[in-house]
Each structure stands twice: as structure tokens, then as C-alpha cells.
Nanobody, 120 residues
Framework: QLQASGGGLVQAGGSLRLSCAAS????????LGWFRQAPGKEREFVAG????????SYADSVKGRFTISRDNAENTVYLQMNSLKPEDTAVYYC???????????????WGQGTQVTVSS
């Protein structure tokens, strides 16, 4: 139902734009978020956005570098990642639920993940 894309290999300081397209149902009424998981680490919240796009939340580690946005007409959420650092390397997942939050356990819709690798 959620298909993430746009990952890849980039040098430190570079940029990537992730996309997450929904299919099978509309997510225009849902809170959508991006999470990431590095090897050996727990899945962590990166950014989230309300259904209207009016409220956006970010992890402290990405504030000022990442921007989340959504296009409800296209049923798609984006994550623009700038000034990437090697510590941003992880598998990135998009997810949805009805009320938001930063705990991955509260999200019931998940995409398959896209790998982001940042070289130093």
C-alpha cells in the first residue's frame, strides 16, 4: 500500500529526495511519517506530517536539513534530504497512522523501505 523510492548512494554533503506513493487506498486523512533503521539499531522517527500538511515534526538530528511534504492529490509523501551525513545511512521507511507520534509501534501502515547510503 505504501511504496518508498529514491534512495541511493551519495557523498556527504549531498542531497536525495525520497518519495512514498500510496496505492489501494487514500492516505489523505492520515498522518504520514518517515522512519529509518541502521544496522543493529532500533527504528527511529525522522519526520512526520499531518494530513493537511500544516504541522510537521522532525527528529532533532535532521532539523534544518530534511523537509517533509505531501501531495494528497497524488497520494504521495516526500522527504527532501540535504547536507547528508554518513550517520544518515539507513533503510528509510514511510508509514502512516491516524494520529501521528514518534513511536514506530503506533504506525499500522508501512512501506517496504529504501536504502540510503552516505559515504564520507
Amino acid at each position: 500500500q505504501l511504496q518508498a523510492s529514491g534512495g541511493g548512494l551519495v557523498q556527504a554533503g549531498g542531497s536525495l529526495r525520497l518519495s512514498c506513493a500510496a496505492s489501494g487506498r487514500t492516505f489523505s486523512d492520515n498522518y504520514l511519517g518517515w522512519f529509518r533503521q541502521a544496522p543493529g539499531k532500533e527504528r527511529e522517527f525522522v519526520a512526520g506530517i499531518t494530513w493537511s500538511g500544516g504541522v510537521r515534526s522532525y527528529a532533532d538530528s535532521v532539523k534544518g536539513r530534511f523537509t517533509i511534504s505531501r501531495d494528497n492529490a497524488e497520494n504521495t509523501v516526500y522527504l527532501q534530504m540535504n547536507s547528508l551525513k554518513p550517520e544518515d545511512t539507513a533503510v528509510y521507511y514511510c508509514a502512516g497512522n491516524d494520529w501521528g507520534g514518534s513511536s514506530y509501534r503506533s504506525y499500522n501502515y508501512w512501506g517496504q523501505g529504501t536504502q540510503v547510503t552516505v559515504s564520507s
